[in-house]
């Protein structure tokens, strides 16, 4: 009985002594692992930052993190092939910690990738349009790659499950009512990821793009994957499913160029002069700024008993300079009626008890 007291005393005593051996010798590990990644990136970050370029920058912040837990992780992979005990611990881990870091390290490369390609697209510049495109294009590219990326991650992951391996190798035996089900319960989710993939494809809109949609005048601010942010013109925005852009009509006002043509109406008298106004129209819109020099001109292009109608055509690099060129002009025209020629203003006509032509200003 005694001989077996100290038999378990002496296991015990050895199995404790297994596992701080194998916990110290991992620590160690890691804690080399670590000092050699610190001096690695401490290194790139030098190098990047005397570059002066930001992709370097951005390559350099999105790798580091999960180059961190990758080399930490691998440097265990190497210690746990010396130490049986160690070995077992990472063997039922290894199907969750492998599929997430590479995931990770794919994304993190997917990320940086895209952040650096984004720097060559300016939206800063007057002429942005292809620009836009490019960061459209990008985005969804970087939004769509993503959702593959952490579904295909979480597959592996789960598989490395046996009961859940199971469940799948059921599911795959009866693969005609699961199959149905699956694609039931996916149909929206498989819909938004088609109409974001027909998005940067087709390209319907662009981010910047000012656009009329649910009666709402507004600027592409986000497009992702199953809706579009639309920024209203007094900051709220507007939330709309990705397919409306695909199944419904709107208007994009900056689809190949942001230039635009603006009117300003003037309702006179059908008795005022034309040509004082245009005259004073064409030095109106040569003195203000936001004119582009492109279109200005004046036609009476409706009359009626009491009013002839005046259109004043204009043109503008973008729409709010147009919207402000358009108030600029309607202010200046109509003082410039009322100081100099206010009779030119619209007024009601009727004949009165005597026969004579009235006039109501």
């Known amino acids: 009985m005694l001989d077996r007291i100290n038999d378990f005393i002496g296991a015990d005593i050895g199995l404790h002594g297994e596992v701080a051996e194998a916990v110290l010798i991992a620590v160690l590990v890691a804690m080399v692992a670590l000092a050699m990644h610190w001096l690695v990136f401490r290194g790139l970050q030098h190098l990047s930052d005397a570059s002066g370029s930001k992709a370097d920058n951005i390559v350099v912040s999105r790798l580091r993190r999960p180059t961190r837990f990758a080399i930490l992780a691998l440097a265990l992979i190497i210690v746990a092939r010396e130490l049986p005990l160690l070995d077992e611990i990472w063997q039922k881990v290894a ?26 697209a300016d939206v800063s510049v007057e002429d942005n349009l292809r620009a836009r495109r490019r960061r459209t294009k990008l985005a969804m590219f970087n ?23 199971d469940i799948g190798m059921t599911l795959v035996a009866s693969a005609g009512l699961a199959g149905l089900a699956v694609g039931a319960a996916a149909q929206p989710a498989l819909r938004s990821l088609i109409a974001g993939v027909q998005m940067a494809a087709t390209e319907p809109i662009n981010i910047d793009d000012v ?3 649910e009666g709402e005048w507004g ?14 013109w007094d900051e709220r925005r507007l939330i709309v499913p990705t397919t409306k852009f695909l199944e419904e009509p709107f208007q994009n006002w900056t689809k190949t160029t942001a230039k635009l043509l603006g009117t300003v ?13 245009r005259q004073e129209f064409e030095r109106q819109i040569n003195a203000n ?9 004046t036609q009476v292009t409706e009359t009626t008993r009491d009013t002839k109608e005046v259109r004043l055509l204009m043109s503008a690099k973008d729409s709010p300079t147009l919207f402000d060129l358009r108030c600029d002009i309607r202010e200046g ?29």
């Open 289 to 297: 700024q936001r004119w582009d020099g492109r279109v200005q001109v």
């Open 95 to 120: 199907g969750f910690v492998m599929p997430a870091l590479i995931g990770w390290m794919v994304l993190a490369v997917l990320h940086a990738l895209v952040n650096t390609m984004a720097l060559s």
């Open 265 to 277: 109406f003037l309702y006179l008298d059908p008795a005022a002069r034309v040509e004082p106004i």
């Open 219 to 232: 600027w592409i601010e986000e497009i992702r994957t199953t809706y579009v942010v639309v920024k209203i």
């Open 211 to 213: 656009v009329i949609i």
């Open 333 to 361: 025209i109509t003082d410039w009626i009322s100081e100099t020629c206010p009779e030119a203003f619209a007024r009601n006509r009727w004949i009165d008890e005597t026969g004579r032509e009235a006039v109501r200003s």
């Open 143 to 165: 939004r769509i790659a993503t959702f593959l990326v952490i579904f295909v991650t979480v597959g592996v992951m789960l598989l490395s499950i046996p009961g859940v391996r």
